[in-house]
């Protein structure tokens, strides 16, 4: 038998007993076959043939066959009612063979459309959003392409992709996908939707896509449905949806079990877990009516774990074909790479950058020249973060429109805040820090939109199952923030921040933001005056970070007045990159002590004492450190670096050049460099405009640095598959037999 003639007739079949409450079955009858018989009663029954064919004799034949079958039942005073059904619509022609002899000849989707009218719903559906699928900036349907990729399946290592999860949902197991916020939940119910929908005639069920946010306090699953159906405004169409799904010929794909209700903030995980169960009431009766494929998506965190996510929404690893999913954090990178790729940007993803979909969602979002520019840019990182946190708030703002983006910033900012006086290093929120934070950023206690939005902020996590308590998920979210709060308090002068006493530091990700944001905004002059404002302010943690933050930057030199950072945890100190005066740290910890090219001198009045040095980088050993180092430990000490290494070696000047501009455009954070900040000198090696033309033709004609151009002129961005390349020339300089390398030695 033809497979899709088998298809076609199994489909038909299954309408027919959606429409008439009975099996729709193959019959003989007086020795004549019919492809589906439904026998209502003992006074009714219809008879269907079904055919491919397309052409007036089928139709006729067809016809003859069944006029002949109903004289017979009329004879017996049985109600006979006759269906041909084709794959096509039918011509005039057969439409008026059929309709002289009482029989309706009519296509599959007219067939359907009497069952259900899911060409309607379909077209409906795909026009609205999934879940959190959306643009950020328009609030519509994302509608970039999606890149395949694979969920892990109950902790097994096995794996599933969207087309298995369609298959299981065909065979009517009941799945669950868990992920973090921005991992691509909503778009994965999305892909799933637009498959079943172009197959559900295999699948004999239609998919129905709702997003549980929309139905907040819905008690029962005809509430959901009606809901539903409601606001695509087909009303008309619950009845028959109602009856589909307990005949299980409705898959369901139900997103955001974890935004139907407040994650509450009570006292008694009794009583939490008691009120979660509650609000997932109308899910779990939804699923118990239905008894066709499911897949529900939310977030890990809302539940202690899984057993009692299942329960509450009334499913159980004991039944056979219940899965619990789970998206995986990140891409991988060709995944990532086939993304940029598909929205149509020509930069590959950067080594900084979280591979997580919300990230690509975000570029997406964005105009094309200004992604490529971000991703590419020497500020690259934090205009990325910064695009990323502004994104966020819009988002949420988005889903509850009583609540304005600046307001999620500030509670986020708030958050962050009481993170850096936490001995954690994500924090640990007590629900009571989380309310407080939106009262001081509202002026009022949270009402039902504020305790929705507290309650899925989509950066915080619960720590541990028994408790309400919740932290970052993310150390870029925190690092950002961290960062972010600085700024503002120079900005702001906000003085009172001196007073604080911060127990977290900034990491190098958080202090390279800070850097970058001090003069991505001209802040430098704010930044020292905030400094001079109390050199011995009790929180010398962040007056640390801002003197760390200020000696990453080029520029004139520096005086801090007599600033003492005493007691501070500082992630980089780097005293090679501009002059410094008049200032002490004591009592601290540097994580890494910068010596390379260092430019204090006796003059500069710069001491570090008494602190914990866990590594120095430029020394041969410990013994070498400067005398202004007194009275401190030192853990590790790095060799004579290849900068020292380099400035001191015998090579030709095109070389010195060559990895002065590798080094730049290969090895210093964030993406490309613009051609103003190449044409330098380096490695002891004076500038030679010539020279390093000649060089940077040669990088770009032989693939390894690609040219590109802005509003402010040429931009070389590297080819990161080259960078272990360029690293091996680097390391053995000299010995070094590399094509490229010796070609530059004879370059004049």
């Known amino acids: ?69 109903k004289m017979q039942f009329a004879a017996q005073s049985i109600v006979a009612r006759a269906f041909i059904v084709l794959k096509e619509e039918p011509t005039p022609g057969m439409l008026d063979i059929g309709k002289a002899n009482k029989i309706h000849v009519l296509s599959v989707r007219s067939f359907a459309q009497q069952a259900f009218d899911f060409n ?69 119910v999305r892909e799933v939707f637009q498959i079943i929908s172009k197959e559900f005639k295999s699948a004999s069920a239609y998919p129905l896509a709702i997003n549980l946010r929309e139905h907040w306090g819905a008690l029962s699953g005809v509430e959901i449905i009606a809901g539903h159906f409601q606001r695509l405004g087909l009303s008309g169409s619950v009845d028959r949806a109602m009856q589909l799904l307990k005949a299980g010929s409705i898959l369901l794909l139900l997103d955001g079990f974890d935004e139907v209700g ?66 995986r954090d990140e891409f991988e990178e060709p995944e990532a790479n086939a993304y940029l790729t598909a929205l149509g940007l020509k930069a590959r993803a950067p080594k900084w950058l979280p591979k997580k979909p919300l990230m690509f969602q975000i570029l997406a979002s964005m105009d094309r020249s200004d992604a490529e520019e971000i991703l590419q840019s020497q500020s690259g990182e934090v205009g990325f973060w910064g695009q990323f946190i502004d994104t966020v708030c819009t ?39 989380i309310n407080r934070a939106y009262e001081l950023a509202t002026g009022y206690a949270p009402d039902q939109a504020g305790q929705l939005m507290l309650s ?42 001196l007073g604080e006493a911060y127990s977290q530091a900034l990491q190098p990700l958080g202090l390279y933001f800070l850097a970058q944001w001090i003069e991505l905004y001209d802040f430098e002059s704010d930044a020292l005056s905030f400094v001079h ?21 080029d520029g004139e030199p520096l005086d801090f007045s007599g600033t003492k950072i005493v007691g501070a945890e500082i992630c980089i100190l780097a005293l090679g990159f501009r002059k410094i005066y008049n200032v002490e740290f004591s009592d601290g910890i540097i994580d890494l002590l910068s010596l390379e090219n260092c430019v204090v001198e006796d003059k500069s009045n710069v001491s570090v004492k008494r602190t914990e040095i866990l590594r120095a980088s430029g020394l041969s050993s410990a013994a070498s450190l400067p005398e202004w180092v007194e009275g401190c430990k030192l853990y ?55 020279l390093i033309d000649k060089i940077l033709t040669m990088l770009v004609s032989q693939g390894l640095v690609e ?36 070609q530059l030695e004879s370059l004049t």
């Open 456 to 497: 899925r902020l989509c950066t915080l996590g619960r720590i541990e199952p028994e408790s309400p308590d919740r932290q970052f998920v993310d150390p870029y979210i925190v690092q950002l923030l961290f960062a972010d709060c600085v700024v503002d308090d120079i900005s702001s002068k906000n003085h009172e921040v």
């Open 1 to 69: 038998m033809d497979k899709s003639w088998r298809n076609l007739e199994q489909y038909v079949r299954h309408l027919g007993q959606i429409l008439w409450h009975k099996p729709l079955l193959p019959e003989r009858i007086d020795g004549v076959n019919f492809d589906g018989v439904a026998r209502l009663s003992d006074e009714e029954i219809v008879l269907v043939e079904i055919t491919e064919e397309h052409n007036l004799e089928k139709v006729r034949a067809d016809t003859a066959k069944i006029a002949a079958v």
């Open 120 to 188: 309607a719903y379909e077209s409906l559906r795909s026009a609205s959003p999934f879940g959190s699928a959306i643009d950020p900036a328009t609030g519509q349907s994302d509608s970039n392409t999606y890149i395949p990729v694979t969920y892990l399946v109950n902790d097994s290592g096995k794996t599933f992709g969207v087309r298995d999860i369609c298959d299981n949902l065909s065979r009517r197991n009941r799945l669950v996908l868990l992920g973090e916020y921005g991992t691509g939940k909503s778009r994965c």
């Open 707 to 742: 040219k590109s151009k802005d509003s402010s002129g040429s931009i070389y961005n590297p080819r990161r598959e080259y960078t272990a390349r360029m690293k091996a020339i680097r390391d053995q300089l000299s010995l070094s037999k590399d094509p490229l390398w010796l």
């Open 262 to 327: 407040t994650q509450t903030f009570g006292n008694s995980e009794d009583r939490r877990a008691s009120i979660r169960k509650q609000a997932l009431s109308g899910v779990r009766d939804l699923l118990e009516i239905s008894t066709g494929g499911v897949l529900v998506t939310g977030r890990p965190h809302y539940f202690e774990d899984n057993k009692e996510l299942l329960e509450a929404i009334g499913l159980s690893f004991r039944t056979d074909g219940t899965s619990v999913l789970k998206c």
């Open 636 to 690: 590790a000490a790095d060799s004579v670096s290849n900068a020292a290494r380099i400035k001191a070696s015998p090579l030709p000047p095109a070389q010195k050049l060559f990895l002065s501009i590798v080094h730049k455009v290969f090895f210093q954070r964030g993406g490309g460099r613009k051609e103003n900040s190449l044409y330098k000198g380096g490695f002891g090696q004076n500038f030679d405009k010539k």
């Open 533 to 553: 404002r109390d050199g011995a302010a009790q929180n010398s943690q962040v007056l640390g970070e801002i003197v760390a933050a200020l000696l990453l930057l």
């Open 395 to 433: 988002r949420e703002a988005k889903m509850h429109t009583s609540i304005e983006a600046a307001t999620v910033r500030s509670v986020l900012g708030l958050l962050a805040r009481f993170t850096r006086t936490s001995s954690q290093n994500l924090g640990r929120l007590t629900p009571k820090d």
